[in-house]
């Protein structure tokens, strides 16, 4: 079964920092997807950046962008130019590739603080 | 365009009750998939209906049971309430079974007394 593991339960970043989260996890399958989820709180969990297993290239998203170590079953998700509104819990997830499922299994979550 | 709406948004029950909780997702979408996430134990996926049909179950136990209307809108239940089941219940839904993308609810939380 697949599984998903975020060893930092929380981080702390001054604003205008960059701060990294990490996330391995572990598969037995080539293709598949991962994500990053934010849940800021008392707020709907939205999507911050996605990453196909088969694809090589590193995917970013404005100041969000993870570092995708296929090998290593690594995926972490780094933030530039941290901002009071990053402040939220972060999910990492997995999910199998192609059509049959959009199950998603998910980490314990980063609760990252950004100070002022 | 409106999002996924998730209703009632707060429930207090008791042990023993049973609840139905229930989910409208973004117009269009076909596939409804149901999480509880609690402190203890974080997000655990409880099942995914896509038209009408349950494509996949998590490891919960059959008093929790869901369905899935011919508009998509889904309802998932509780029957027999334990103490163990206070939790936030996130639905989320996408357009179909090959888009990846999922946009979730508020949830509905629910407080077993």
């Known amino acids: 079964a697949q599984t998903v593991t975020q060893s930092q339960p929380e981080m702390s970043v001054q604003e205008a920092e960059t701060v990294t989260l990490s996330c391995t996890y572990d598969t037995s399958e080539s293709d598949y997807y991962l994500f990053w989820y934010k849940q800021p709180p008392s707020r709907q969990m939205i999507l911050v950046i996605r990453q196909e297993a088969y694809k090589q290239q590193n995917a970013t998203e404005n100041r969000f962008s993870v570092n995708f170590q296929k090998a290593a079953k690594s995926f972490s998700l780094k933030i530039s130019d941290s901002q009071l509104g990053d402040a939220a819990m972060y999910f990492c997830?997995?999910?199998?590739?192609?059509?049959?499922?959009?199950?998603?299994?998910f980490g314990t979550g980063t609760l990252l603080a950004v100070q002022p | 365009k409106a999002g996924v709406t998730q209703t009632p948004r707060y429930l207090i029950k008791t042990r023993g009750q049973q609840v139905t909780l229930s989910c409208s997702p973004i117009s269009g979408h076909r596939s409804v998939s149901w999480y509880q996430q609690t402190p203890g134990q974080g997000l655990q996926f409880l099942f995914e209906y896509f038209s009408e049909t349950q494509r996949n179950k998590g490891n919960f136990p059959g008093r929790f049971s869901g369905r899935q209307f011919s508009n998509s809108r889904s309802e998932m239940n509780v029957s027999t309430l334990e103490l163990g089941d206070s939790a936030l219940y996130l639905c989320?839904?996408?357009?179909?079974?090959?888009?990846?993308?999922?946009?979730f609810g508020p949830g509905t939380r629910l407080t077993v007394t």
């Open positions: 997830a997995y999910r199998e590739y192609g059509g049959a499922t959009n199950k998603l299994i």
């Open positions: 989320a839904s996408s357009f179909s079974g090959d888009t990846y993308e999922q946009y």
